[in-house]
């Protein structure tokens, strides 16, 4: 259903844009498609990443169509990881000013996705009704609205922005396009082993204001905040079978409890969240911002507790060089409080049926947390160079491309888990069972870029992993499963732009 109606809005979406365009080409200026047709005359071909390749107006109403790819092999060292292609998503962007201070802004993310299948029947059978419900899709697919808002532009430095906004904590989360960057995997703060709340791409409803000020001939001061409805505890329900000789085979219904983005409907929790970014520039390629969240997390049938977030990163480019960088710290408020309260509220946290009643079939459902941790922070640093030899910019690359780079580039990633859930257990309302640990995630990751263009890159990599002794990183990251507590893996990728 999800998946149907992201296919379904975004359709609806670009037909209601196309439109508005068209009425305002009828009242305003002539809209013409983007690039313009090249004179009779011998000048150059159009290089790729000069011009939008899809754009329908001008300056003063346009609509664009866009978005970005990419793809990923690597090989891993760690045990019950397999070498692989991962498809790793595909997104759609449209950009319409349909008049000349508003906009509207979407993105429909494919994420591993290549198709989904559903079939439904009803028919009356053998006396009664027979109900049939048959789903097909790739493993891990996700189809995703990763942002759809309005923004009515008063002045450069007043904008109301409302809708699925991404969260302006830290730079990463806003400027997140794999496009981008240069490495083919997304940071363990925003992605791998969040220390964000929600993992990155992270988005929530709300409104807001943002804008940019000017200071001095080259310095810039921009802000974003907003009112969303926030991260909230939410719930997961994943179904196992089991075949076991010995044992009775297995039928369990298990609910996963985590932080997830808040609701795009009616709001689980009676109160709103509040999140900011502002950032200084003193100078073209120079920024330094501070930023942060706040907002309550429980649902209403549980007391009030919040989360609090804050980031500091930077990036400072010297002509080739360029060093980047994010730290972010997240404390979910009265972490044991509300478990215990939960506990009070689920009663038991596991239920079956005994072997005496189904001696061939045991029927279980249970309530488990999910990534809960109580502390966690968190930082990289990225440092790279862009080299544009002449004998690159001269070549075939050059004459197809407006700006071919050659870029090594090296991460530093460091992620802290303090006071992580291990284990949760609850009888009769009350906790039996809360065991908690601290854990580390190190990660260094060497690499080297062949950039074509601003909007596509090749990537190659080498990416050293590892956590405490003893301990597997399939229990502290999202895309590591497995019980090693370190993995080697090479990597290569690429990733597009239009």
Not at 24 to 29: D, M, R, V, Y
Not at 100 to 113: T, V, W
Not at 316 to 338: L, V
Request: net charge negative; hydrophobic share 40%; proline share 5%.
């Amino acid at each position: 259903m999800r998946a149907r109606f992201g296919i379904c809005f975004s359709i609806l979406f670009a037909t209601l844009l196309i439109f508005s365009v068209a009425v305002h080409a009828e009242e305003g200026p002539e809209l013409k498609f983007e690039p313009e047709t090249q004179p009779e005359s011998k000048s150059p071909p159009m290089k790729y990443g000069e011009k939008p390749l899809l754009k329908f107006g001008n300056d003063s109403y346009y609509f664009k169509l866009g978005g970005y790819g990419s793809f990923r092999f690597e090989y891993d060292t760690a045990e019950n990881i397999p070498a692989t292609f991962t498809f790793r998503r595909f997104v759609l962007t449209t950009d319409a000013l349909i008049a000349s201070k508003f906009r509207i802004y979407s993105e429909i993310e494919f994420e591993r996705f290549r198709k989904i299948e559903l079939e439904r029947t009803v028919r009356a059978q053998d006396g009664g009704i027979s109900l049939t419900q048959e789903i097909e899709g790739t493993h891990q697919s996700e189809i995703a609205i990763e942002q759809v808002w309005f923004q009515l532009e008063f002045t450069d430095y007043i904008r109301l922005q409302g809708g699925g906004v991404l969260v302006p904590l830290g730079r990463f989360n806003i400027n997140h396009d794999d496009n981008v960057w240069n490495l083919p995997r997304r940071t363990l703060v925003d992605r791998g082993v969040p220390i964000l709340p929600v993992k990155s791409a992270w988005d929530e409803l709300g409104i807001g204001l943002n804008g940019e000020v000017p200071l001095g001939e080259s310095g810039k001061f921009d802000y974003r905040i907003y009112v969303v409805n926030g991260a909230t505890l939410d719930f997961e329900l994943e179904e196992v079978v089991k075949t076991r000789d010995p044992n009775r085979d297995e039928i369990e219904l298990e609910g996963e409890f985590g932080i997830s983005t808040g609701t795009f409907g009616q709001d689980i929790k009676d109160a709103k969240a509040v999140t900011g970014r502002v950032a200084f520039s003193p100078a073209l390629g120079h920024e330094i911002g501070l930023s942060g969240y706040w907002g309550r997390y429980t649902p209403d049938f549980l007391p009030s507790h919040s989360i609090t977030s804050l980031g500091f990163d930077f990036l400072s480019q010297f002509k080739g060089f360029a060093a980047e960088g994010e730290f972010i710290y997240t404390n979910f408020g009265g972490m044991d409080a509300m478990l215990t309260e939960f506990a009070s509220v689920v009663g038991n946290t596991e239920a079956e049926v005994s072997s005496e009643d189904s001696p061939d079939l045991e029927t279980k459902i249970a309530f488990k947390p999910s990534s809960l941790v109580e502390n966690k922070m968190g930082y990289w640093l990225e440092f790279r160079y862009s080299f544009r030899p002449d004998w690159l910019t001269q070549s075939w690359f050059g004459r197809h491309f407006s700006d071919p780079q050659i870029i090594p580039v090296l991460r530093w990633e460091q992620a802290f888990l303090n006071g992580m859930v291990t284990g949760y257990e609850a009888l009769g309302g009350v906790v039996t069972l809360l065991e908690k640990e601290n854990r580390f995630v190190n990660r260094i990751t060497p690499g080297l870029a062949f950039r074509l263009n601003p909007l596509a890159v090749f990537q190659l990599a080498y990416e050293y992993t590892w956590t405490n002794s003893g301990k597997s990183l399939g229990t502290v990251t999202n895309f590591l499963p497995t019980t090693s507590s370190n993995n080697h893996a090479l990597m290569f990728g690429a990733a597009f732009g239009f």
